[in-house]
């Protein structure tokens, strides 16, 4: 098992750019989500899926889309990146039902210039 | 609604002494309390959770942590720190009813004085 995999580690963007950062688990875990990294502040929610083909809002969804076509995939994508949006982000799975552990991704750091 | 809070930013003890990391919860029920560990450019691991049985949980690397409902607390614990516990550590809260969506505190960073 890999567990939850994130790609790429690290990205540098200019403002305006768009770009995907992509989540995958291969534990047939139901619920998956992402979360962003500041210095300070924690890690906050920004999007989860409770399924294939469910998706909703964490606490700070502005700027970021996110689908769930497949259980394995869960990508985040950045349609016009904001310097606000330099961060760590880390992607999470865990089994539905309960308060079971979540699994975190290695994280991605992004820079936005 | 549910939030943590923990007390210190910044807590540094000498190797071999007690290690006592604070946090808070607040929650409109019967939480699910979880500690997280994140070393240096690294992802999170899961140190420990209660998920209310038995109010003191164990942990790996010899940490515990103690549940007490009357002060909504549920402080980090090890009896004798090791240079390698050097890290940042998150008390989180669950809304398990829901999506098991994760509530973090802003984190307690731990370094251990040789």
């Known amino acids: 098992n890999a567990g939850v995999t994130q790609t790429p580690k690290f990205q540098v963007l200019k403002t305006g750019q768009s770009m995907t950062l992509q989540c995958a688990q291969d534990m047939n875990h139901e619920y998956m989500s992402w979360y962003r990294q500041d210095p300070g502040m924690g890690l906050r929610l920004i999007h989860y899926?409770?399924?294939?083909?469910?998706?909703d809002q964490g606490e700070v969804p502005n700027g970021y889309n996110v689908s769930r076509s497949t259980t394995e995939d869960f990508p985040l994508r950045l349609l016009s990146a904001a310097p606000s949006q330099t961060s760590v982000y880390f992607c999470?799975?865990?089994?539905?039902?309960?308060?079971?552990?979540?699994?975190f991704g290695p994280g991605t750091r992004l820079t936005v210039l | 609604a549910q939030s943590v809070t923990q007390l210190d930013s910044h807590v540094s003890v000498s190797e071999g002494t007690p290690v006592l990391l604070r946090c808070n919860y607040s929650?409109?029920?019967?939480?699910?309390l979880f500690w997280y560990v994140q070393h240096p450019n690294k992802g999170l691991q899961l140190l420990l959770k209660y998920t209310s049985a038995a109010t003191l949980v164990k942990g790996i690397n010899g940490f515990e942590a103690e549940f007490k409902k009357s002060e909504t607390s549920f402080h980090l614990t090890k009896p004798s720190a090791h240079m390698s516990d050097a890290a940042e550590y998150f008390c989180v809260v669950s809304d398990y009813l829901g999506a098991n969506n994760l509530f973090f505190g802003t984190g307690t960073r731990l370094t251990v004085i040789p």
């Open positions: 999470a799975s865990n089994p539905s039902g309960g308060a079971n552990e979540q699994f």
């Open positions: 899926s409770v399924g294939a083909g469910i998706t």
């Open positions: 929650s409109s029920y019967s939480p699910s």
